[in-house]
């Protein structure tokens, strides 16, 4: 025996018991996402597991005065905080946390980067400069952009990056300072950003043959031009020395609204003996930022 359904009316059905649902059951965005970790708390000093090292951007508190931001930080719980220059040191340090990625003191620029060699007289000074600083400061980690294509192609801005890094290289192992090349996407945010792929970034770092030279694996930027997020950990994290968090798309939390999984992100890096830091990069669009930042850090305190 067999029934004759009403495509329409069944689908009007299905449609509007799923309104109901939602009418029903939907809660704010930011109450939503502490569903992504339902084991804890929100997070505070006492809560925190110690399997992350946290961090925090500095730039997406700009809002906040430095002290300010120390303070908050030492309240949630963590002690680093993100891409400070070395004029910014000593304020951190006068609450104890750490600067987790350093910036050297002069030019700081995305777009003209290692990649063109009519930059490098004025990176390696200024590289030549920070590195002493970095490692007389106590810290360990200092930022680089490959810098944008600009009709240049890929296999000669790697060549020409090999040629800059190599000047600054000794020193860095020298002092124990690690050089980090940030990978950003080229789709949507830093359009013709030549570090835009894991795989350039890892031949970077086999041409180079540094101990002392890592990736800086952005986890947002890696999702939107190349996904598959933890296999890429899996299989690369040697090449990775530090971390960087924000929602797919729109930069946003780590919340509901967007579209990777932390906690297993976060256990997959756990999983690789990482002992770095993990640093939270994303724009808030709750007028608490702290109170998102304290979400985040929850989400991917596994």
């Not at 059951?25 to 502490?34: E, G, I, K, N, W």
């Not at 000669?156 to 980090?180: D, F, Q, R, S, Y």
């Not at 933890?230 to 798309?249: E, L, N, W």
């Amino acid at each position: 025996m067999s029934t004759k359904l009403n495509r329409r009316n069944l689908l009007k059905q299905v449609l509007s018991g799923s309104a109901a649902m939602a009418a029903g059951l939907a809660l704010p965005h930011q109450a939503t996402a502490q569903l992504a970790n339902l084991s804890n708390p929100p997070a505070d000093a006492a809560n925190l597991k110690g399997n992350i090292n946290h961090s925090v951007c500095r730039w997406c508190y700009s809002d906040l005065s430095l002290e300010d931001l120390c303070k908050e930080v030492k309240s949630i719980g963590f002690n680093a905080i993100d891409l400070l220059k070395p004029s910014e040191w000593d304020t951190v340090k006068k609450y104890g946390i750490d600067c987790s990625m350093c910036y050297t003191a002069g030019e700081t620029s995305l777009t003209k980067g290692w990649n063109n060699p009519m930059h490098h007289p004025w990176l390696i000074k200024d590289y030549l400069e920070a590195i002493p600083l970095v490692a007389a400061a106590g810290y360990k980690n200092l930022i680089c952009f490959s810098g944008n294509r600009n009709g240049m192609d890929d296999a000669t801005g790697l060549k020409n990056c090999v040629e800059g890094l190599k000047k600054i290289m000794p020193l860095a192992e020298a002092k124990g300072v690690t050089i980090h090349i940030e990978l950003f996407n080229s789709k949507v945010d830093h359009k013709d950003y030549m570090g835009d792929k894991s795989a350039w970034g890892i031949e970077l770092c086999k041409q180079l043959g540094s101990p002392n030279f890592k990736i800086l694996f952005d986890i947002y930027h890696m999702q939107i031009d190349e996904g598959d997020i933890i296999r890429s950990i899996q299989d690369s994290h040697t090449y990775f020395g530090h971390y960087h968090t924000a929602g797919v798309p729109g930069r946003h939390e780590l919340d509901d609204r967007q579209e990777l999984n932390y906690p297993a992100i976060m256990r997959a890096i756990k999983a690789t003996g990482y002992k770095g830091y993990v640093a939270h990069e994303f724009i808030a669009t709750n007028p608490d930022k702290i109170s998102s930042l304290k979400q985040a850090v929850t989400v991917c305190d596994i």
